[in-house]
């Protein structure tokens, strides 16, 4: 069995994801989330779906990155 890297549960039924040349192991989405996702700069949710990214720095929507000042950023519709 191998543990989740984030909550610790050793579990039988454990995932590997692959990125950025590193191997994570976790016993579910909701781990694997809390880990990998990015953080929306204003709001501070993970940002699960799409989202927006300038410069290195993710936002959750368009309005999130209004409200720190990138104007040129549109959600996609």
């Known amino acids: 069995m191998a543990v ?3 909550c610790g549960n050793d579990y ?3 995932f590997e994801v692959r990125a950025a040349g590193a191997v994570h192991v976790f016993d ?3 781990c694997a989330a809390q880990k990998m996702a990015p953080i929306c700069e204003n709001c501070g949710c993970r ?3 799409h989202g927006l990214q300038a410069d290195g720095r993710y936002y959750c929507c368009a309005n999130c990155a209004r ?3 990138r104007m040129e ?3 996609s519709v």
Request: proline share 0%; net charge negative; aromatic share 6%.
């Open 28 to 30: 579910s989405f909701e």
């Open 12 to 14: 039988e039924e454990t």
């Open 73 to 75: 950023l549109a959600d």
């Open 67 to 69: 409200m720190q000042g």
């Open 4 to 6: 989740c890297e984030v």
């Open 47 to 49: 940002i699960l779906g």
